[in-house]
């Protein structure tokens, strides 16, 4: 195993500082126990690994290993909880550049992977765990739809290394036939479209933006910060776990307006 220091690793070792990894698991898939407020907390991060099985998911991608892997770990922090009245809260610690395209992610159902770690995620949230994204880096297209999306809250750096899309910019310029500086021109006045997380954050879908001194090497003051808003972001899930916190924002006016034509019709 051959890893280079990401955000994600940064902020896992810095929220579980010298705790045990779980073992058994695929190295680009980081678990970590540690403690917030007094309470139990279990923290996951996808992390680069340039000696991955699969190549495609070298660099912090999700893949087959990583989605399964996410499943796995989700699953079994669920059934490890079951007879327990209060549940374990769930971190995870988000930098995904991107699901892992290739071939043979195509072949041996990336989709399917994806699905499962995203599912499994689902079924914590309305299992009654708190289960909270922190995004630190890169949120992108299936990979943050399967390690973090599910969660009841998301808490984001605010910070220009933060980006949050549904596709990179690459590939997003090449199928509109755009250049990139066309395409981010577009996206600066499309808040959907954009990839900042400033725009993100205009779509109701944060519940808190933290400014950090040095998210690559985060302060204990900003340690302090982020983990204060862990422990309020927890403590707002178990007192509300729906996400309907997510439509209030002015951006998802429409959003709410379809949601209501859609109940009125059924």
């Known amino acids: 195993?051959?890893?280079t220091i990401s955000r994600g690793a940064t902020w896992l070792e810095k929220l579980a500082p010298h705790a045990q990894r779980m073992s058994g698991l695929c190295p680009s898939v980081q678990v970590a126990d540690g403690e917030l407020n007094g309470e139990s907390v279990r923290f996951i991060a996808v992390v680069p690994d340039a000696e991955n099985h699969y190549p495609r998911a070298?660099?912090?991608e999700v893949g087959l290993l990583e989605g399964w892997?996410?499943?796995k770990v989700v699953n079994e922090t669920l059934e490890a909880d079951s007879n327990s009245t209060v549940k374990r809260p769930i971190v995870?610690?988000?930098d995904v550049a991107?699901?892992?395209y290739g071939r043979r992610e195509e072949a041996f159902g990336i989709h399917q992977a994806l699905a499962g770690a995203a599912g499994a995620y689902a079924k914590a949230r309305l299992a009654g765990h708190p289960v909270i994204g922190l995004i630190v880096g890169k949120a992108m297209s299936g990979a943050f739809l399967a390690h973090g999306y599910q969660a009841n809250r998301l808490i984001a750096l605010n910070d220009q290394g933060v980006l949050v899309h549904a596709m990179g910019k690459e590939s997003a310029a090449r199928i509109?036939?755009?250049t990139v500086d066309a395409l981010e021109k577009l996206a600066a006045t499309i808040p959907p479209m954009a990839y900042d997380v400033s725009n993100f954050a205009t779509l109701g879908l944060l519940s808190d933006l933290l400014t950090v001194t040095d998210p690559d090497a985060p302060s204990d003051a900003d340690l302090a910060m982020v983990e204060i808003a862990l422990q309020k972001a927890i403590a707002d899930a178990r007192q509300d776990p729906s996400l309907k916190n997510r439509l209030g924002a002015e951006n998802r006016h429409s959003s709410s307006l379809v949601r209501e034509r859609m109940r009125a019709s059924w």
């Open 1 to 3: 195993m051959t890893q």
């Open 98 to 100: 991107s699901q892992a």
């Open 58 to 60: 070298a660099k912090g």
């Open 92 to 94: 995870a610690v988000i």
């Open 69 to 71: 892997t996410l499943a």
């Open 176 to 178: 509109t036939l755009r």
